[in-house]
């Protein structure tokens, strides 16, 4: 059966790179991916799937086959959002090309083995989490297992993500001249204390934790008495649970500086918080396998967690994997233009080709070997304790 999925992938092959090459050529930032949602809904449509547009988000789909048999469900996750100035520096348009060649190449065998397959477009990746927005209007609460792979600069069977919570802090005050400062408050002054008292929390803070923030608005004139100044941070941890701990922390720092200053504050979340991801090593034992098929070089699951991504929330709903793939040198950055030409080259389409099948195949072998699904479920089970 996997030769029929390699089949049914080199035969519409040059209708995925189509697709990958359309999206690279109209990128679109996360929470405005009309048009790519339109081109990937189309292309659902006529492979037969049942379509839901501005699914959970505006930008958001959902796409499903049911073979009418029992089995289980196999979700494949599309991202298409672009980042700004580098176009699909990350290159999420050939992770929607994979997810949706693999789930059409999974679905034309779907009749023989039943279940029912999903590909589920998840938007904005990069900063408004449409994964968290599905996975809290439980979208992913009856799903088996949620699969994708990500491109990169090698092949590696997924890593740990860092919890993020992003805060910004305004400050309000009185303004005054500046040469009768008593007559005001000074916002900016209570931005400064709460910047320098939040950065003395990186020293106490547990290994691999990062505070970063920024003076997003200061004042607009040296001789006036600001009495309004705003800081934006994202605080980043291995853990949801300590990140928050962190961030009330940051907020003592906050109210004190207040105090200080008479000045007073407002805290507000400005981007979505994004959860760990919980490794899954049943399916990251699945992608060796594939990998190993191709005579591919791999890397084992990075334990040291980096970056966040939205994928967190999906990992604490069922097994997830979000492997990676190589399409680029080690050279070759990540959210660069040079990233996203690579997703459009000779190795982009044979990473679309492999990725696409090493997918699908994962997805088949779930269905019909239910003794590694049950292992998928009890790992993450054991892990969600």
Not at 110 to 137: H, Q
Request: net charge negative.
């Amino acid at each position: 059966m996997k030769e029929q999925l390699k089949h049914y992938i080199q035969e519409h092959m040059e209708e995925y790179k189509y697709l990958v090459n359309d999206l690279y050529e109209h990128p679109e930032i996360g929470n405005q991916e009309f048009r790519s949602m339109r081109v990937l809904c189309k292309m659902l449509r006529k492979e037969g799937f049942e379509v839901t547009e501005e699914y959970v988000v505006p930008t958001g789909f959902l796409g499903v086959w049911i073979s009418g048999k029992p089995g289980p469900v196999i979700a494949y996750m599309c991202e298409y959002d672009a980042l700004p100035e580098v176009g699909h520096g990350c290159g999420h348009n050939l992770i929607a090309g994979m997810s949706l060649a693999a789930g059409c190449a999974l679905k034309s065998i779907l009749p023989n083995i039943g279940g029912e397959v999903r590909i589920i477009g998840t938007p904005a990746e990069e900063n408004f989490g449409g994964k968290v927005s599905m996975a809290a209007a439980h979208v992913f609460d009856d799903v088996d297992a949620a699969l994708m792979l990500h491109p990169d600069t090698k092949n590696s069977l997924g890593g740990r993500t860092l919890a993020i919570y992003p805060l910004r802090f305004e400050f309000f005050g009185q303004n005054a001249h500046a040469c009768t400062p008593q007559n005001g408050k000074s916002a900016l002054d209570a931005a400064v204390m709460s910047y320098m008292s939040i950065n003395l929390l990186r020293q106490f803070a547990e290994p691999n934790t990062f505070i970063h923030g920024v003076i997003a608005h200061g004042g607009e004139a040296a001789n006036v008495i600001p009495a309004y100044a705003s800081l934006e941070y994202y605080f980043r941890g291995e853990t949801m649970e300590y990140v928050k701990e962190l961030c009330e922390k940051a907020k003592a720092c906050v109210e004190g500086a207040c105090t200080m200053s008479g000045c007073t504050s407002r805290i507000t979340t400005y981007e979505c918080p994004y959860d760990d991801c919980v490794i899954n090593y049943t399916l990251a034992d699945m992608l060796k396998d594939e990998y190993e098929d191709f005579g591919y070089p791999w890397e084992g699951v990075d334990e040291v967690a980096q970056g966040s991504s939205d994928v967190g929330s999906v990992s604490y709903c069922c097994p997830t994997l979000q492997g990676y793939i190589k399409i680029a040198d080690s050279c070759v950055n990540g959210h660069s233009r040079e990233m996203a030409d690579a997703t459009i080259s000779q190795q982009g389409s044979q990473a679309l080709f492999d990725g696409a099948l090493a997918l699908a195949d994962i997805g088949r072998r779930l269905i019909m070997e239910p003794d590694i699904m049950e292992k998928a479920w009890m790992e993450l089970k054991a892990n969600r304790k």
